[in-house]
């Protein structure tokens, strides 16, 4: 059975990568950790086209610009206890866990994802849910990390058994790569554990069109008829969907999948990832240039972190 990658050499071997560039991505590597799923890698053409450039690393990520920072969204400043991020009144970030099945070259925790995971320890995790539980302000808890659903179902349900138990919480969202980079985990069993007495969200970070292949597309299936409202987020990327064509393949083949178009990123100043920035002027553009030929459901709001850890906010045109 094909297994993930996560070295130089597995992506040379599996014809992802020239061998001439070998040594320096083990260089990367280093560093930034690798994961490339079966699932990802069959939708790769070419280490430059618009999914290999997502997760096939290139010697650049170890050029850092002089604006780009280790924590571009102040996830450290705003930790109350650990695995709990609060950069709003009403709501705070769970990570329980920095593991994905894949790692995105351009992700703004590049510098703390990686396969050793980052798990919580059951005091931990019992820490951050009793922070959670002692702050009636938090209405919404979000599940990020690292990914999610790369919980086991068993773990996942505990949490969401966990979240019921709060009464002034009102919505859990999760925010994961799974169903589209790894569709095979959507399980029946996950899709159960993901049950709650809450209103609950799932958000997909998905980039391009071709993300949306037949496996995710049934996975994503799987859980919209379980009852699981889907959101879709993206990153504007250089070479990946800077142009009004391939924004607009994205947001229609997320409506296809019933998944509601509702962030479009601005990228994060992460050390190493200049070469996907599209400038924000660039950005509203391509945005407004989608206005009247797409139906208004696949329009996400386009937006940016404030510096400092102050949150999103829209873009808008400067002056």
Same mark, same amino acid.
């Given at each position: 059975?094909?297994?993930?990658?996560?070295?130089?050499?597995?992506?040379?071997? &599996?014809?992802?990568?020239?061998? &001439?560039?070998?040594?320096?991505?083990?260089?990367?590597?280093?560093?930034?950790?690798?994961?490339?799923?079966?699932?990802?890698?069959?939708?790769?053409?070419?280490?430059?086209?618009?999914?290999?450039?997502?997760?096939?690393?290139?010697?650049?990520?170890?050029?850092?610009?002089?604006?780009?920072?280790?924590?571009?969204?102040?996830?450290?400043?705003?930790?109350?206890?650990?695995?709990?991020?609060?950069?709003?009144?009403?709501? %705070?970030?769970?990570?329980?866990?920095?593991?994905?099945?894949?790692?995105?070259?351009?992700?703004?925790?590049?510098?703390?994802?990686?396969?050793?995971?980052?798990?919580?320890?059951?005091?931990?995790? %019992?820490?951050?849910?009793?922070?959670?539980?002692? /702050?009636?302000?938090?209405?919404?808890?979000?599940?990020?990390?690292?990914?999610?659903?790369?919980?086991?179902?068993?773990?996942?349900?505990?949490?969401?058994?966990?979240?019921?138990?709060?009464?002034?919480? +009102?919505?859990?969202?999760?925010?994961?790569?799974?169903?589209?980079?790894?569709?095979?985990?959507?399980?029946?069993?996950?899709?159960?554990?993901?049950?709650?007495?809450?209103?609950?969200?799932?958000?997909?970070?998905?980039?391009?069109?071709?993300?949306?292949?037949?496996?995710? %597309? &049934?996975?994503?299936?799987?859980?919209?008829?379980?009852?699981?409202?889907?959101?879709?987020?993206?990153?504007?990327?250089?070479?990946?969907?800077?142009?009004? +064509? /391939?924004?607009?393949?994205?947001?229609? &083949?997320?409506?296809?999948?019933?998944?509601?178009?509702?962030?479009?990123?601005?990228?994060?100043?992460?050390?190493?990832?200049?070469?996907?920035?599209?400038?924000?002027?660039?950005?509203?553009?391509?945005?407004?240039?989608?206005?009247?030929?797409?139906?208004?459901?696949?329009?996400?709001?386009?937006?940016?972190?404030?510096?400092?850890?102050?949150?999103?906010?829209?873009?808008?045109?400067?002056?």
């Amino acid at each position: 059975m094909p297994r993930t990658m996560r070295s130089a050499q597995a992506l040379v071997a &599996a014809g992802l990568l020239d061998p &001439a560039a070998e040594a320096a991505v083990a260089r990367v590597a280093e560093r930034y950790a690798i994961a490339v799923t079966p699932a990802v890698a069959g939708l790769i053409g070419a280490p430059d086209d618009p999914i290999g450039r997502q997760y096939i690393p290139d010697a650049a990520e170890l050029i850092t610009a002089p604006d780009e920072i280790e924590d571009p969204t102040a996830d450290a400043p705003f930790t109350p206890v650990k695995g709990v991020v609060r950069r709003y009144p009403d709501r %705070a970030l769970l990570k329980p866990l920095l593991a994905c099945p894949v790692y995105c070259r351009f992700c703004f925790r590049r510098e703390v994802v990686g396969p050793d995971g980052g798990l919580l320890t059951e005091a931990e995790l %019992a820490a951050a849910l009793d922070w959670l539980a002692a /702050t009636p302000a938090i209405r919404e808890v979000i599940l990020t990390g690292g990914d999610p659903l790369m919980l086991s179902p068993r773990r996942l349900s505990a949490l969401m058994r966990a979240f019921g138990q709060i009464p002034h919480l +009102e919505i859990v969202r999760v925010h994961s790569r799974v169903p589209v980079a790894d569709p095979a985990r959507v399980t029946p069993e996950l899709v159960a554990a993901l049950d709650s007495d809450k209103a609950f969200f799932l958000c997909v970070h998905a980039n391009h069109a071709r993300e949306f292949s037949a496996e995710a %597309a &049934a996975a994503l299936r799987r859980l919209s008829r379980a009852g699981v409202p889907l959101l879709g987020q993206s990153v504007l990327l250089r070479g990946v969907n800077d142009s009004p +064509e /391939t924004l607009e393949d994205l947001f229609r &083949a997320m409506l296809r999948c019933r998944v509601k178009p509702y962030y479009l990123h601005q990228l994060d100043k992460a050390p190493g990832t200049a070469r996907f920035r599209v400038p924000a002027e660039e950005g509203l553009a391509l945005v407004e240039g989608l206005r009247g030929r797409i139906s208004g459901l696949a329009q996400p709001t386009y937006v940016t972190e404030t510096p400092g850890g102050g949150g999103k906010v829209p873009v808008r045109r400067a002056g």
